[in-house]
């Protein structure tokens, strides 16, 4: 899970370099702090080929000069030669009769491409803001001008206290308004005091290929961005601890320890997402493979949160029961029934083993969840049980809702 980290920066700064200096355009002397241009032959074969901006691959041959405009290192803003605006809007070529004909107009997207980048970081920074509590560092975004902040509720956890950090440098004290650890969000507020609030996507709008950016406080880094697209739609993914998120969006953009609670923005800046977790293997993080809760359930948790303190419409399946691991019996054992419930309803008693929802199986308490967060309110499901007399059953039982918290 893509928690957070105690101040690692200091820890960091040896490993850091510019990432310029991995693209081969520029190198930065260690010592001096001074950039430096890195010229001779590898540098050229470098901008005519492998290390033009993703943009420009498989682009015509007529895109290659764009790459001079946009692909300078500097300090934060592009670095631009006298006339490459010119160059870039009057991008031509010469044909076989020596005559200069115009480039096609897949040049031009090449300039405002970036541009929409550029525009999508401006709008969105100022609503990002950092998170320090007892246990460690997070992000949140600015959700209104009343200052209410949301953020995944892993980041506020059992903290008492959340020092905030907005992207102007100001620091407030932040209050807890609520949690709801069910999707992994919660609300803090630093009441009104002219933060500017993110603006919210129909998420329900993204296809897989979107291009988004995911903003927020990477091992403490403020305000960073990175990029990538939307690789899968409505992915349920496991927290452990028995929670699922469901319908998350899956992306490439990386999510960094400290993303968390952050945004996943479109190129209009819009959020589509809150980033909440990465995949990870047992060596370590799966590069590439990050997730984030859509942002209508966000603005629908959130609000409901701000208005009454706590979630009163959860929308999530619920079957009436506690499970638990069993290290001797398969399934996810059944360790108490709600009376009157759905699974009281069909006869579901304590002690048996549910070992599969709808002809899937069910081997833990994590399939369990994964299988139930599948589903809606109200839909029926056949559920097949494991008695302690060996013999099995199956039986049809119409969901509840997950209770409100």
């Known amino acids: 899970m893509s928690g957070f980290g105690s101040d690692p920066v200091r820890r960091l700064v040896t490993a850091l370099r510019p990432a310029c200096a991995t693209r081969g355009h520029c190198a930065r002397n260690a010592d001096s702090g001074r950039v430096a241009s890195v010229a001779g032959a590898t540098a050229k074969r470098r901008l005519r080929g492998a290390l033009r901006p993703p943009q420009l691959r498989g682009a015509p041959v007529f895109a290659v000069a764009a790459a001079v405009v946009i692909a300078g290192c500097g300090t934060g803003a592009a670095s631009t030669a006298p006339g490459s605006a010119t160059v870039s809007r009057n991008l031509s070529a010469i044909d076989a009769t020596g005559a200069r004909v115009a480039a096609p107009s897949s040049a031009q997207p090449v300039v405002s491409l970036e541009q929409q980048y550029v525009a999508a970081v401006k709008r969105i920074l100022p609503a990002i803001v ?14 209104d001008a009343r200052g209410d902040i949301v953020t995944n509720a892993h980041v506020a956890a059992d903290s008492t206290s959340f020092a905030v950090t907005l992207a102007d440098g100001r620091q407030y004290t932040g209050r807890l308004v609520g949690t709801y650890p069910a999707d992994d969000l919660a609300v803090l ?7 500017k609030p993110a603006a919210f ?12 950016l995911a903003a927020g406080n990477p091992l ?3 305000s960073s961005v990175t990029d990538g697209i939307v690789s899968a739609l409505g992915r349920d993914v496991s927290e452990g601890g028995g929670i699922v998120l469901p319908s998350t969006i899956q992306t490439s953009a990386a999510i960094n320890p400290g993303n968390s609670g952050g945004a996943l923005v479109d190129l209009a800046g819009k959020v589509v997402g809150i980033p909440t977790l990465a995949a990870a293997t047992s060596n370590g993080a799966a590069a590439g493979i990050g997730f984030a809760i859509p942002s209508n359930l966000v603005r629908d948790i959130a609000e409901q949160i701000i208005r009454n303190g706590h979630v009163v419409n959860s929308h999530r399946a619920a079957l009436g029961v506690s499970v638990a691991d069993s290290l001797v019996r398969a399934g996810a054992i059944v360790v108490a029934v709600q009376k009157g419930g759905p699974a009281d309803r069909a006869g579901i008693i304590a002690g048996n083993a549910i070992v599969a929802m709808n002809g899937t199986a069910v081997p833990d308490t994590e399939a369990f969840a994964t299988a139930l967060a599948a589903h809606r309110p109200g839909q029926a499901v056949k559920v097949t049980v494991s008695q302690t007399d060996g013999k099995s059953k199956t039986v049809t039982v119409k969901l509840g809702e997950l209770a409100a918290a």
Request: glycine content about 20%.
């Open 201 to 212: 996507a129909d998420s329900s709008h993204l296809v897989v290929g979107d291009i988004v």
């Open 130 to 143: 950092q998170i320090r509590t007892s246990l460690g560092l997070g992000s949140g975004v600015v959700f």
């Open 220 to 222: 403490g880094l403020q």
């Open 189 to 195: 507020t630093i009441g009104a005091h002219g933060a």
